[in-house]
């Protein structure tokens, strides 16, 4: 039994440093990637192959970070985009994961609601913008209202799916011991599709980031989607392709983030 074990080990460790090695061979090409793109636009704004003056440069687009951020007026305009954007990616995620759970909970009420949900979802949410403003005012509250409304839609529907999707076994298995329906929630249909609920988190970070700098386009006097607007008021487009540029970076980390709680999450469910 021993040489088996042993054997058995080896096999494991090497599956083990194999993932590792294919990791990084991704982590390198994207580096090679991004290296690639940073030194060709550089070359190309040098060379005049594009516009320097609508396409800017990654030295110029530094030199622009660098002074905002000495002054500190770019901390405060990242930090106030960040708080509104973090508040309505939770709101818009776990309204979005409530109004689900009421309605698998309640069959007759998920059909009242489905055309209205259908109506919703297909609806541009950024055309509603307008009327939040008028509603909330011109403060963050707008803004963050702006961010979970672009996401809680698209969480109850896919959160919903997901539910309906699981295996009726467990209901039925449930069921037969007397357990109701939220008791069959509570201990089935909400723990199985966690993994669902981890990816919508993933597309909310994008959702929440749309819906933050468009309404900041429309009301904001700080943020990093007022200080776009406000670049291409003045023809100052290294500023705006700098909070282009932070903006990819801090959604990048929100992904990264959320990507690590799903992969706890899954180390602890198994």
Same mark, same amino acid.
């Given at each position: 039994?021993?040489?088996?074990?042993?054997?058995?080990?080896?096999?494991?460790?090497?599956?083990?440093?194999?993932?590792?090695?294919?990791?990084?061979?991704?982590?390198?090409?994207?580096?090679?990637?991004?290296?690639?793109?940073?030194?060709?636009?550089?070359?190309?704004?040098?060379?005049?192959?594009?516009?320097?003056?609508?396409?800017?440069?990654?030295?110029?687009?530094?030199?622009?970070?660098?002074?905002?951020?000495?002054?500190?007026?770019?901390?405060?305009?990242?930090?106030?985009?960040?708080?509104?954007?973090?508040?309505?990616?939770?709101?818009?995620?776990?309204?979005?994961?409530?109004?689900?759970?009421?309605?698998?909970?309640?069959?007759?009420?998920?059909?009242?609601?489905?055309?209205?949900?259908?109506?919703?979802?297909?609806?541009?949410?950024? !055309?509603?913008?307008?009327? %939040?403003? &008028?509603?909330? $005012?011109?403060?963050?509250?707008?803004? /963050?209202?702006?961010?979970? *409304? +672009?996401?809680?839609?698209?969480?109850?529907?896919?959160?919903?799916?997901?539910?309906?999707?699981?295996?009726?076994?467990?209901?039925?298995?449930?069921?037969?011991?007397?357990?109701?329906?939220?008791?069959?929630?509570?201990?089935?249909?909400?723990?199985?599709?966690?993994? !669902?609920?981890?990816?919508? %988190?993933? &597309?909310?970070? $994008?959702?929440?980031?749309?819906?933050? /700098?468009?309404?900041?386009? *429309? +009301?904001?006097?700080?943020?990093?989607?007022?200080?776009?607007?406000?670049?291409?008021?003045?023809?100052?487009?290294?500023?705006?392709?700098?909070?282009?540029?932070?903006?990819?970076?801090?959604?990048?980390?929100?992904?990264?983030?959320?990507?690590?709680?799903?992969?706890?999450?899954?180390?602890?469910?198994?």
């Amino acid at each position: 039994m021993a040489p088996e074990t042993k054997t058995d080990n080896q096999l494991f460790q090497q599956h083990k440093n194999g993932l590792k090695r294919e990791k990084r061979i991704v982590l390198t090409w994207q580096a090679i990637l991004l290296i690639a793109f940073i030194g060709f636009w550089e070359i190309a704004s040098k060379f005049y192959w594009i516009d320097p003056l609508l396409f800017s440069s990654p030295s110029e687009v530094t030199q622009v970070l660098l002074a905002n951020m000495a002054d500190g007026s770019m901390v405060t305009h990242i930090q106030i985009t960040l708080f509104e954007t973090i508040a309505g990616f939770l709101i818009g995620t776990i309204a979005g994961i409530l109004f689900a759970s009421i309605l698998w909970t309640s069959p007759r009420f998920s059909r009242i609601m489905d055309p209205y949900l259908v109506i919703m979802n297909a609806m541009p949410k950024v !055309a509603l913008g307008p009327i %939040l403003i &008028v509603a909330l $005012g011109t403060g963050y509250f707008s803004i /963050i209202a702006m961010g979970a *409304l +672009v996401s809680v839609i698209i969480t109850t529907l896919v959160v919903y799916n997901a539910f309906n999707e699981v295996d009726p076994n467990y209901e039925k298995v449930l069921k037969s011991f007397g357990a109701t329906r939220w008791q069959q929630f509570k201990e089935a249909i909400f723990p199985a599709t966690l993994p !669902a609920m981890i990816s919508t %988190l993933k &597309v909310n970070v $994008g959702l929440s980031w749309v819906g933050v /700098i468009v309404g900041e386009f *429309l +009301v904001a006097k700080q943020g990093l989607g007022y200080l776009i607007i406000y670049g291409f008021q003045v023809f100052d487009f290294s500023l705006v392709l700098s909070s282009l540029v932070l903006i990819a970076i801090f959604a990048a980390i929100m992904y990264k983030v959320v990507e690590k709680l799903e992969g706890w999450l899954i180390k602890n469910k198994a």
